[in-house]
């Protein structure tokens, strides 16, 4: 089936403004993860979910910073009054339950550019 | 908390040639995984080659290899017979639970 997709693939937003990114997982797999890549960075851990559950929220940067995820499907990114180090590219990966153990499937990202 | 590192910033091979990109961790677990992925202008995250840590034997893919040394925490990445599609960023990447440690990555240049 389909890999991972991400929408929308760019996002350019002025700082204040809410942003929602999306994260559409390969059909099956019931762990979620989304990751920060600033530029010239390596990936850097936000949040995890296995099913509709996030278990782990420690890499979120700040509380304007929030994620849901609907069932085993679709997940959403949110970050409010977006900063200028917000931008970055975003990027979502899903997996089966066992996480670190099976490859984690990366989407295309997507990249936040706060003006 | 687990901390990846590589020190090559940028490396240049020639078509047809061999290198090596060094990776080095540092963890106190004892049951973890090893990552390298390979991230083209495309921003894909592709997924090389994987070592699990229980095991003695170096994983292989075809081109590319691992050296991976539990003791002193290294593990780098060989590719031979480099191609000119290999150029790309490349991270090493730690996994103990669920999320994957990362380190800042090699930019790989394959010359013709």
């Known amino acids: 089936g389909a890999g991972v997709s991400q929408s929308p693939s760019n996002k350019v937003t002025e700082k204040g403004k809410d942003v929602e990114l999306r994260c559409d997982p390969i059909?099956?797999?019931?762990?979620l993860y989304w990751y920060r890549q600033r530029l010239g960075q390596g990936l850097e851990f936000l949040i995890y979910f296995q099913g509709n559950s996030a278990p782990d929220k420690s890499g979120l940067p700040s509380d304007r910073f929030s994620a849901e995820r609907t069932g085993e499907s679709v997940s959403t990114l949110t970050i409010q009054r977006t900063q200028q180090e917000d931008s970055a590219v975003y990027l979502c990966a899903s997996s089966f339950p066992r996480a670190s153990y099976n490859e984690q499937f990366f989407g295309p990202g997507t990249r936040l550019t706060v003006l | 908390a687990q901390t990846v590192t590589q020190s090559q910033p940028e490396m240049s091979v020639q078509e047809a040639e061999t290198v090596t990109l060094s990776c080095t961790y540092d963890?106190?677990?004892?049951?973890?995984?090893l990552f390298w992925y390979k991230q083209p202008p495309s921003r894909q995250m592709i997924l090389v080659i994987r070592?699990?840590?229980?095991?003695?034997q170096n994983a292989t893919e075809n081109r590319f290899s691992v050296n991976f040394q539990k003791a002193a925490k290294s593990f780098s990445l060989k590719i031979s017979d480099s191609q000119l599609g290999d150029t790309a960023m490349y991270f090493c990447?730690?996994?103990?639970?669920?999320?994957?440690?990362f380190g800042k990555g090699t930019s790989l240049l394959v010359t013709p």
């Open positions: 070592q699990e840590a229980y095991k003695q």
């Open positions: 990447a730690f996994g103990a639970g669920y999320a994957l440690n």
């Open positions: 963890t106190s677990e004892n049951n973890y995984y």
């Open positions: 059909s099956g797999h019931t762990a």
